[in-house]
């Protein structure tokens, strides 16, 4: 990781630390509440987006990786739903209707406290099928290793890290590099992009896939007067990724 990066998420934790404290009397003040995370180099928004060729890339590599095939499945998942890594590590077995085709993701899983319902295409339901025959006696989709709870959010992010290391790192997977695309390292985030930006490449209407991603409308206007949810076109959208 980036220097800058680690610097902006260090201070972070330290001020919430300081936070903590000064709530319980244990100090006075925080010596960081001056400090920006700016100060250490603006956060740098990332672009990659897959390529259909990458796509194909990934396919035919995944199965080398030495991967889960309950992480195999998490990826196409991703790709074919445009959901965040954390909303999928988290999901329940009750909020996946798999006779109806629907994915239930509660507000407390969502980044923007809004609950969101993703229609299932003929591909994604059939990875959510599979998965179920892994994992189906849990009430999670991605249970923890000893089933309780769920998965750590951040495993399936360094299982894919894991592999595009060019050395392997102690007790971790020796199949370095086997996730490496022709276009470089990618990560969960860049799957939900990359359906996104597919999705407009086959036609999609800008609206309906921000609908998709469950993004809140910027424009304060719209967003109050304009409730529609374009149940329709968010499916016929992923039917189409």
């Known amino acids: 990781m980036d220097p800058p990066i680690v610097a902006r998420n260090l201070l972070g934790d330290i001020r919430q630390m300081f936070g903590f404290a000064l709530v319980r009397g244990l100090v006075e003040h925080d010596p960081t509440s001056h400090m920006k995370r700016d100060d ?22 995944l199965p080398t ?10 990826i196409w998942i991703m790709v074919s739903t445009c959901c965040r890594v954390g909303e999928l590590s988290q999901a329940r077995w ?15 899983n969502t980044k923007n406290g809004k609950e969101h ?20 006696l849990s009430e999670w989709c991605y249970p923890a290793e000893h089933r309780i709870g769920h998965v750590c959010l951040k495993s399936i992010t360094k299982q894919i890290r894991d592999r ?27 799957l939900r992009r990359t359906g996104a930006t597919l999705m407009g490449r086959l036609g999609v ?21 304009q409730h529609q949810r374009l149940e329709v076109e968010q499916a016929e959208a992923w039917r189409l990724l």
């Open 40 to 61: 250490f180099g603006r956060k740098v928004e990332r672009d990659r987006v897959l390529s259909e060729n990458e796509i194909k890339e990934m396919m035919v590599k």
């Open 65 to 74: 990786a030495n991967l889960l095939r309950t992480t195999e499945l998490a």
């Open 94 to 108: 009750a909020d996946v209707d798999l006779e109806c085709s629907e994915w239930r993701i509660p507000s407390d």
């Open 117 to 136: 319902r993703i229609y299932l295409s003929g591909f994604a339901l059939h990875q959510f099928k599979e998965l179920r025959t892994f994992n189906g």
């Open 164 to 190: 595009e290391r060019s050395t392997a790192m102690s007790n971790r997977t020796q199949a370095t590099g086997t996730l490496l695309l022709s276009g470089g390292g990618w990560t969960p985030h860049d």
């Open 205 to 225: 209407r800008p609206d309906v896939i921000e609908k998709c991603l469950n993004h809140i409308e910027r424009n304060p206007l719209i967003r109050v007067y």
